[in-house]
């Protein structure tokens, strides 16, 4: 079964720094291509960015919104996937999910990051 | 950025009926490998966004034959056939054909 549990949400300071981890389990991880997509409330998703499989090289592509602040990563080895988000506006403000999948088939439950101060 | 409207806002629909929802975009979904990369996602309340068609018409694994999804270019449509309880949610089409990827603002279904 494919899981996905994103972690390290919280408060935090406009200009300030927020690392959010998502571990995959349940499927091969090098596979697959990984996405974040965050939400805020009440409004539609927006997709960020993603990081692709071993086969395409693991190349990142981002959305010109959080290009240049957001940097998606991953770590093989754990099996983990990584959201690291710079100089952040209280935009910014949302629940991230992360997913997997040829398309969005896989999704974790999200977690909420609040910029404020 | 290509943007995806949908409508109606909010649909309003007797269990058993069918409901409609429309994806207009701004630009052709078509990409120059002739597939169209358009989705349907649902999002019940308090959940993820959960995936119902890709490529248009193609539905994910799991989901009911009662969601068809149609159309080409720059309309889409996701049609629900004798609509049941846990269909109630916000409906979102996506866009995957042209950088950056984009949702469409929502569909929300409730039932009468």
């Known amino acids: 079964e494919v899981k996905l549990l994103e972690s390290g949400g919280g408060l935090v300071q406009p200009g300030g720094s927020m690392r959010l981890s998502c571990a995959a389990s349940g499927f091969t991880f090098t596979d697959f291509y990984m996405y974040w997509i965050r939400q805020p409330a009440g409004k539609a998703p927006e997709w960020l960015g993603f990081?692709?499989?071993?086969?395409?090289?693991?190349?990142?592509e981002y959305n010109p919104s959080v290009k240049g602040r957001f940097t998606i990563s991953r770590d093989n080895t754990q099996n983990m996937l990584y959201l690291q988000m710079n100089t952040l506006r209280a935009e910014d403000t949302a629940t991230y999910y992360c997913?997997?999948?040829?398309?969005?088939?896989?999704w974790g439950q999200g977690v909420m990051v609040t910029v404020s101060s | 950025d290509v943007v995806l409207t949908q409508t109606p806002v909010s649909l309003s629909v007797t269990l058993g009926d069918q409901a409609s929802i429309s994806c207009r975009s701004s630009?052709?979904?078509?990409?120059?490998?002739?597939?169209?990369?358009l989705e349907w996602y649902l999002q019940k309340p308090g959940q993820s966004p959960q995936l119902l068609i890709y490529?248009?018409?193609n539905r994910f694994s799991g989901v009911p034959d009662r969601f068809i999804g149609s159309g080409s270019g720059t309309d889409f449509t996701l049609k629900i056939s004798r609509v049941e309880p846990e269909d109630l949610g916000v409906y979102y089409c996506?866009?995957?054909?042209?950088?950056?990827?984009?949702f469409g603002s929502g569909t929300k279904l409730e039932i009468k």
């Open positions: 490529e248009v018409s």
């Open positions: 990081i692709r499989n071993k086969a395409n090289g693991y190349t990142t």
């Open positions: 630009q052709s979904l078509e990409y120059s490998d002739g597939y169209t990369y």
């Open positions: 997913a997997t999948g040829s398309y969005f088939d896989y």
């Open positions: 996506f866009q995957a054909t042209h950088d950056p990827l984009t």
